[in-house]
C-alpha cells in the first residue's frame, strides 16, 4: 500500500528496498517501519491503557464504515437485484442509514475519551503527509 500510495502521490517519496526478486510485494521501507513502530508503541504510556485509545477508536471506525457501506449496498442491490423502484430503493436504504447514523451519533462521544485517533490518523493518510 505504502509503494501505491507513493506512485498515486499520497505521499511523499520514500527510500524503497525491494526484499525479494520473485515477490513484486515483498519491499521494506525504513521510514514506514519506524513511524508504525512508533506509534504503536508510545500510545501505551501516553494513555496508560490501550483500551482507553483503541476501543472507542475501533467503535467509531466500525460505525463508519457502516455508514458508509451499507446503505448504498442495500440501494444498489434492491434496484439491479430486486428490481425495485427508485422509490422503495432510497426508501429502504434510508431506513438503514438512519438505524446506522444513530449507532455512529452514539459513538461520536468515544471521540473525547481517545477515539479521535481513528479519525486523525484517515486524515494523515488521505493528506499524504506523515
Known amino acids: 500500500m505504502t509503494r501505491q500510495a507513493i506512485q498515486l502521490g499520497w505521499l511523499p517519496r520514500m527510500w524503497i528496498v525491494q526484499t ?3 515477490g513484486y510485494g515483498q519491499i521494506y521501507v525504513g521510514v514506514v517501519n519506524w513511524l508504525l513502530m512508533i506509534v504503536t508503541v508510545l500510545p501505551d504510556p501516553v494513555f496508560s491503557a490501550s483500551q482507553t485509545i483503541w476501543l472507542p477508536a475501533y467503535g ?3 460505525s463508519a464504515t457502516m455508514d458508509i457501506d451499507l446503505g448504498p449496498i442495500i440501494y444498489r442491490d434492491a434496484r439491479l437485484s430486486g428490481g425495485w423502484s427508485l422509490l422503495t430503493s432510497a426508501a429502504v436504504a434510508g431506513v438503514f442509514f438512519c438505524i446506522d447514523a444513530g449507532f ?3 459513538n461520536l ?3 473525547t475519551q481517545g477515539g479521535y485517533g481513528s479519525a486523525a490518523s484517515g486524515r494523515t493518510w488521505s493528506m499524504g503527509s506523515c
Open 20 to 22: 525479494s526478486e520473485e
Open 60 to 62: 467509531i471506525a466500525v
Open 104 to 106: 455512529f451519533s452514539a
Open 109 to 111: 462521544v468515544k471521540v
